[in-house]
């Protein structure tokens, strides 16, 4: 009937509508909860994925030790290209997982995370603290690469978000609509792909990108703020450490040794996923 039509297309639009402000305004709270930040209902399951992160990073890291030795005795060249190849690869891998204590419980925000314990690592500065202080800082040709960069972040989280809503609001859909039994499951399957396609092809290379770029502007410019707080710079990699912690002390506290006690913490040993004291 027209009737059942008309309300059929009036819920369908009032869904469009309704979707639009939740991903305006729940942005954030999905970008979070894409990275692996849940409340603490989630934490079995939390448990669980960081458990098999970390089981993945091991056998990551003793494959990554175990080429290292094999590249070092290797004679042939064919084999040893072979293998360069297959330790790139692992390395990378390693990269994009942070250190035990800072592994979130999905890919998005291992990526993310593992940016910030890279930079906390190797010069002592917390990213999330000294981030308001340091975009101030920043030359305009790093700020536009890191605001596009950021922008593609949170438009394929949105993507991702619409993908996710796609399968919410098909079944709803179907209990207002006159259609056959069949229809939603194609429909739903086309929603998983998408939620899957954008994930993994759109998001996690959006992510990649942005860290290494954060990572890449404090290497070049983390001098910046030492010069805005009047404090010297350590050309010393292992003394710039102790002072990049004292420096975010003094950002977020407003005085030199102050307990910073650093959202971002990591061992003190070598790593691949550092290449030094991190």
């Not at 008309?6 to 729940?26: D, F, M, N, P, R």
């Not at 890291?61 to 330790?87: M, P, T």
């Not at 536009?144 to 394929?156: N, Y």
Request: proline share 6%; aromatic share 10%; with cysteine.
């Amino acid at each position: 009937p027209l009737a059942l039509q008309v309300v059929a297309l009036v819920a369908a639009a009032g869904l469009i509508a309704v979707s639009e402000q939740l991903s305006k305004g729940l942005a954030l709270g999905v970008t979070r909860l894409l990275e692996g930040y849940w409340p603490r209902l989630a934490s079995r399951p939390r448990g669980f994925l960081v458990g098999r992160v970390l089981a993945a990073r091991k056998r990551d890291y003793e494959r990554w030790e175990a080429l290292n030795r094999e590249i070092s005795e290797e004679a042939d060249e064919d084999l040893l290209e072979e293998k360069q190849l297959q330790y790139n690869d692992v390395e990378r891998l390693l990269h994009r997982v942070p250190l035990e204590s800072g592994v979130m419980p999905t890919r998005f925000g291992n990526v993310m995370r593992a940016a910030e314990i890279r930079i906390a690592g190797r010069y002592g500065l917390d990213p999330v603290r000294c981030w308001p202080t340091f975009w101030l800082l920043l030359p305009e040709l790093a700020r536009t690469e890191i605001a596009d960069a950021r922008t593609q972040v949170d438009a394929r989280t949105q993507a991702w978000f619409w993908a996710a809503l796609f399968c919410l609001w098909t079944p709803l859909l179907c209990l207002v609509m006159p259609i056959t039994w069949w229809w939603p499951w194609p429909m739903l399957l086309i929603g998983l792909s998408l939620v899957a396609i954008v994930y993994y092809g759109w998001l996690l290379p959006a992510a990649t990108t942005y860290s290494e770029l954060l990572d890449t502007v404090f290497g070049l410019y983390g001098g910046e703020l030492y010069k805005a707080f009047d404090q010297p710079m350590p050309a010393d990699p292992d003394r710039q450490r102790a002072a990049g912690e004292s420096l975010t002390a003094l950002i977020w506290h407003g005085q030199l040794g102050a307990p910073a006690k650093q959202a971002t913490r990591h061992k003190n040993k070598k790593t691949p996923l550092t290449g030094s004291n991190g």
